[in-house]
T-cell receptor
C-alpha cells in the first residue's frame, strides 16, 4: 500500500553515463514533482507535472529530462552524468490545483552517486 | 523574493522537555506554510500546514505550530519531546508566484536531537 514509490533506492554509476529514476504514486493525485536534496540536505524543486503536462521547470541543466507517461508516473532521465549530480532525488505528489492547496507526499528517495 | 529561514542548524533538548524549532518566512500575499520531518534515510513526512484560520495548527505525532503574522514566523512546537522525535525538520512556504500550483520553497532544515 505504498503511496509514493521510487526505483531504484540506490544508484551508483560512472561519470558520463545515462540513467533513469522511476516514480509511481497510487494516491490518485494529479500533480507530481521531482526534488533534489544535496549533501547539505538542502531541498530544491526541479520539475512538476500536472496531468502529464509540465508546469514547473526550474533552472535545471537540460541533461535532466522528466517524462510523465500517465498521471500516476513521473520518471527522471539524466544524460551524461556529472559528479555534481550526486544527491538524493525525491519524488512527490499532491492533488491538482483545482483541489485547493494539496499537501505534497514524498517518496523514499533515490540516492545517486556518480563516480 | 520569497524565502524561508530556519535560524538554527541544530536544536538539542532533553526528553520530556518542550521543544521549539524556529521558522521565519518572507512572502508576498498570504503565506501558506508547512512543516515536514525527515528521519534518517527516509523521505519527508508531512506534519502540518497553515493556510488560514486559527493561528495554532495541530499536526501529527503531537506537534503543533503557531502562525504569527506580525513576526512572520511559524515555529514548530511540542510540549514534551521524545527521543524518537530526533530527526531533520523542514519548514516550507508556497511560492506565491507559482499561481495555482504548489511550488514549495524549503528552509535549510533544523536537526532536532532529543537526549534521554
Amino acid at each position: 500500500d505504498t503511496a509514493v514509490s521510487q526505483t531504484p533506492k540506490y544508484l551508483v554509476t560512472q561519470m558520463g553515463n545515462d540513467k533513469s529514476i522511476k516514480c509511481e504514486q497510487n494516491l490518485g493525485h494529479d500533480t507530481m514533482y521531482w526534488y533534489k536534496q544535496d549533501s547539505k540536505k538542502f531541498l530544491k524543486i526541479m520539475f512538476s507535472y500536472n496531468n502529464k503536462e509540465l508546469i514547473i521547470n526550474e533552472t535545471v541543466p537540460n541533461r535532466f529530462s522528466p517524462k510523465s507517461p500517465d498521471k500516476a508516473h513521473l520518471n527522471l532521465h539524466i544524460n551524461s552524468l556529472e559528479l555534481g549530480d550526486s544527491a538524493v532525488y525525491f519524488c512527490a505528489s499532491s492533488q491538482g490545483p483545482g483541489a485547493g492547496l494539496g499537501t505534497q507526499y514524498f517518496g523514499p528517495g533515490t540516492r545517486l552517486t556518480v563516480l | 523574493a520569497q524565502s524561508v529561514a530556519q535560524p538554527e542548524d541544530q536544536v538539542n533538548v532533553a526528553e520530556g522537555n518542550p521543544l521549539t524549532v524556529k521558522c521565519t518566512y518572507s512572502v508576498s500575499g498570504n503565506p501558506y506554510l508547512f512543516w515536514y520531518v525527515q528521519y534518517p534515510n527516509r523521505g519527508l513526512q508531512f506534519l502540518l500546514k497553515y493556510i488560514t484560520g486559527d493561528n495554532l495548527v495541530k499536526g501529527s505525532y503531537g506537534f503543533e505550530a503557531e502562525f504569527n503574522k506580525s513576526q512572520t514566523s511559524f515555529h514548530l512546537k511540542k510540549p514534551s519531546a521524545l527521543v524518537s522525535d530526533s530527526a531533520l525538520y523542514f519548514c516550507a512556504v508556497r511560492d506565491a508566484a507559482s499561481g495555482g500550483y504548489n511550488k514549495l520553497i524549503f528552509g535549510a532544515g533544523t536537526r532536532l536531537a532529543v537526549h534521554p
